[in-house]
Structure formats: structure tokens, C-alpha cells
């Protein structure tokens, strides 16, 4: 059977760290703590973004009663 040298090479790397090759699949099972972390997170950040959103919208109008 013919090999490459990405076969050799990974098999080298594989010999040095005792560890098998990643395959770009292994995925660590989330916990529910941190499941619901960032939900949190994400409606924080909504939460944040829309009041500073508000408060531009504010400034902009009393800004632009002003001047009338």
C-alpha cells in the first residue's frame, strides 16, 4: 500500500504525543449550566445594544427639537 508523506507525518506526530489523530469531529458535550451562561449572554447583550439604541434615538430627537 502506497502512503504520502501527510501519512507519515501524522503518523510521527501521532508516535511523539501518544494521542490519536484529530479528525475535526470531537465535540465536548455542553453542560446545561453553561447552556443556559449563554442564553444569558446573548439576551444581556440584546438587552445592552437595544438601550443604547433607545438612547441614541433620545439624544437624536431632543437634538433635533432644539434646533426648530
Same mark, same amino acid.
Given at each position: 500500500?502506497?502512503?504520502?508523506?501527510?501519512?507519515?507525518?501524522?503518523?510521527?506526530?501521532?508516535?511523539?504525543?501518544?494521542?490519536?489523530e484529530?479528525?475535526?469531529?470531537?465535540?465536548?458535550?455542553?453542560?446545561?449550566y453553561?447552556?443556559?451562561?449563554?442564553?444569558?449572554? #446573548? /439576551?444581556?447583550?440584546l !438587552?445592552? +445594544?437595544? @438601550?443604547? #439604541? /433607545?438612547?441614541?434615538? !433620545?439624544? +437624536?430627537? @431632543?437634538?433635533n427639537?432644539?434646533?426648530?
Open positions: 500500500m502506497w502512503k504520502s508523506a501527510h501519512d507519515e507525518v501524522v503518523a510521527s506526530q501521532a508516535n511523539e504525543t501518544g494521542l490519536p484529530y479528525k475535526g469531529r470531537e465535540v465536548a458535550r455542553m453542560t446545561v453553561e447552556i443556559v451562561m449563554v442564553v444569558l449572554g #446573548v /439576551i444581556s447583550a !438587552i445592552s +445594544l437595544s @438601550k443604547l #439604541v /433607545i438612547a441614541w434615538l !433620545i439624544f +437624536l430627537d @431632543k437634538r427639537s432644539k434646533r426648530k
